[in-house]
């Protein structure tokens, strides 16, 4: 009779005899600490400790103060292990009940990636190269010894975003995880390739104290990204969409919004990447347990609970300790909650929600004109690029610039045209939709969209200037 063999786990329990200390500055405030909770994660999550101290015999009245660096240190041995460490943010005095108590909150180091613009660009790099050069550039002592090599090739320029935003967004073109250590190390590595079976959360043991919410929720599928990028003059647009993920859960939108995506390439990476990302549910949740030491954020780890017929390997976000109860939540893949560690960015995605698109155009071919990469010069002609302008060359009669070809993923058959300048009505303005097909007459600024007579895939721009006065500052050509 055939045997048939099925791998299993054997949850082994540490010796749990927990040493844990904390101090602030140096000082140690662990036998007055009446609730803490220090956290470690991904970059994408909040990683806010907070520590309540008993200040009654106003040991620590005015003794610590912003930049103060916080130290949660545990383990099964000595208590030489670091599980947190960052820097003080909000020292608050109250009373309670009568007790003078301290309410302390302070930021994971990640927190000051939130703190640096980046303005770079790069072409053809790989998206390892790309995060330790911004790192480098921009983060005085951080280093990036445990970034793993990724050869994926992109094209992405940053206009002043937090170097956090920035490497959010290669994690996403590059479907990776990254954090910061202890040591201002960061690591990145491709998501869900961390197994590590030196912890687990399991009934049998007891080290799972409780299971909340592990499953698959759709709710937050998204499978219609829609970027916006550019400015509200001349708006950049493109549109992912996941056609199977669409039929399965229904069409979910989703639209982001970011002036600092200046090219449709970087558009439709962006929407892709987030596409990928949002069209499938996530197993995800949360748990309590005790102490385990070893851990790290993306990790994959055990989750067994017989009664709830739950036996897999789960990602890890997040995970804070509890003290003085020791106790552990651990966060499963997303969380749902608005973390306040983006709030600021989420303040800046708002104010830009001006960029409209009346004709819910899906795609984009933005010029500004700086200089001349998005023109066919041999078949441009009395063209003069000028301080980011164009007009036509003095004693001509007329200015013309044609394009370079732009081949669309859909087929255009509705377009719209906006147009930034000066006298726009000293020039006309035609697109082709079809490399074989005729140049079609289209209005700027226009209140209609315009239905496109030769339907196809290669996108065209002409604009044709017959005064001396007329000035172009940039122009974006829209269809679906």
Known sequence: MPRRRKPGFIPIEPNRTTIWTCTIAGTDITDFILAGSFPHGLITEELICEIELDNSGEDFTGLFKARDIIQFKMDFLDGSTVQFEGEVEEVKARIEGGFFKLGIKGGHFTAQCLDVMVTAEFTAAQISD????????????????NIETNTTLIDIKFVNKPLLDCLIELDR?????????????????????????????????????????????????????????????????????????????????????????????IAKATGDAETALLKDPLNQGSADSLFWTGMSPGDKAYVISNPQKIHDLFRIVKFAYKVPGETMEVFFNQERSIPKLFK????????????????????????????????DSVSSSNLVFE?????KASGAETGIMISNEKTSDVTASSMSLKVKGENLDGASYLFQADS????????PNALSETKVTDTGKEIKLR???????????SAGLYWK
């Open 463 to 473: 604009i044709n200037i017959t005064s001396d006065n007329t000035r172009i500052d």
């Open 130 to 145: 790309i995060k330790k050069t911004i790192i480098a550039d921009h983060l005085s002592g951080f280093t990036t010894t």
């Open 344 to 375: 600021d960015r989420i303040k800046k995605d708002l104010a830009q929600e001006t960029i409209v698109n009346p004709f819910k155009m899906t795609r984009s071919y933005t010029f500004n004109f700086n200089d001349e990469s998005k023109t």
């Open 173 to 265: 073109q590059g479907d990776e995880d990254t954090y910061i250590d202890f040591d201002k190390d960061f690591h990145s590595f491709k998501k869900g390739s961390k197994e590590n079976r030196n912890y687990h959360f399991t009934d049998e043991t007891g080290s799972l104290i409780s299971l909340r919410g592990l499953g698959t929720d759709s709710a937050e599928v998204r499978n219609k990204i829609t970027v916006y990028g550019g400015t509200e003059d001349v708006p950049i647009i493109h549109t992912s969409e996941d056609s199977t993920s669409e039929t399965t859960f229904r069409t979910k939108e989703k639209v982001i919004t970011d002036t600092s995506i200046v090219d449709e390439d």
């Open 436 to 443: 074989q097909g005729e140049f079609q007459t289209i209005s």
């Open 387 to 391: 301080d980011g302008i164009i007009r």
